[in-house]
């Protein structure tokens, strides 16, 4: 069964577990911060395209990459070694969103990061909620260009990863390691890739039950991150 959310209801969304075979779980709704924090705790996320309706996803099984788990293959070293990049968190969060959206992959056909959900996630990106990693390099000229990044969201413990991209060969890289040397400082978790991509897997993502993912969502998200003193 597919559920419709209501409006006035910003914080309830059905259980996760009644999701359809392939992770759809409802339509509609709004993407206020209210809502996408709800869905988030839940382990739900928006994703649809031009043109459709506002979907809501909940995949089984999950993919996830649990901290002390994550490798860098040897090969990704050397070429990270290659390369002079400056990596910054939280500079240019919509700046990021917007490359996400821009660039082109070969397995998609336009890009569900429409104009709406930007705004979206600038509004939960403002109130501390969502975070980006941004690569640099300087070109010939002297100036720095934004040349990778990723962006996500951030509750208590737990990271959802949501886009990445790149502009240089292994700048992409660069943001994920980076990602992952910052949720390390704060003690995440769990990071969660959503669907599993062999590109993903490289770095010791799994794929695990819903139901473990939700268990181990809620001990995360209750429990605050830990902020480095600076």
């Not at 809501?56 to 994550?70: G, M, Q």
């Not at 070293?77 to 660039?103: G, N, P, Q």
């Not at 336009?110 to 990106?125: N, S, V």
């Not at 010939?140 to 502009?167: C, D, I, K, N, W």
């Amino acid at each position: 069964m597919l559920y419709r959310l209501h409006p006035a209801f910003p914080d309830v969304f059905p259980n996760p577990e009644e999701a359809e075979e392939d992770g759809l779980l409802a339509v509609g709704g709004d993407l206020s911060v209210p809502r996408l924090l709800a869905a988030y705790r839940n382990g739900i996320f928006p994703w649809y395209g031009e043109g459709q309706p506002l979907l809501w996803w909940s995949p089984d099984p999950r993919c996830v990459i649990f901290p002390e788990r994550f490798r860098i293959p040897r090969t990704v070293r050397k070429e990270l070694r290659r390369h002079a990049f400056t990596v910054s968190v939280d500079r240019a969060f919509r700046r990021v969103m917007e490359a996400c959206a821009a660039v082109a992959r070969p397995d998609q056909d336009g890009t569900w990061i429409m104009p709406e959900m930007i705004d979206a996630y600038a509004r939960l990106h403002e109130r501390g909620h969502a975070h980006s990693v941004e690569v640099w390099e300087e070109n010939p000229q002297g100036e720095t260009e934004l040349v990778g990044g990723l962006y996500g969201v951030g509750l208590g413990r737990a990271f959802f990863g949501e886009s990445m991209f790149h502009l240089r060969s292994d700048a992409s890289k660069a943001a994920l390691v980076a990602l992952m040397a910052w949720l390390e400082e704060r003690d995440c978790r769990l990071l969660d890739c959503q669907m599993a991509t062999r590109h993903i897997l490289r770095y010791g993502a799994e794929l695990i039950p819903r139901s473990d993912f939700l268990r181990l969502l809620r001990e995360a998200v209750e429990t605050p991150p830990n902020i480095p003193s600076k």
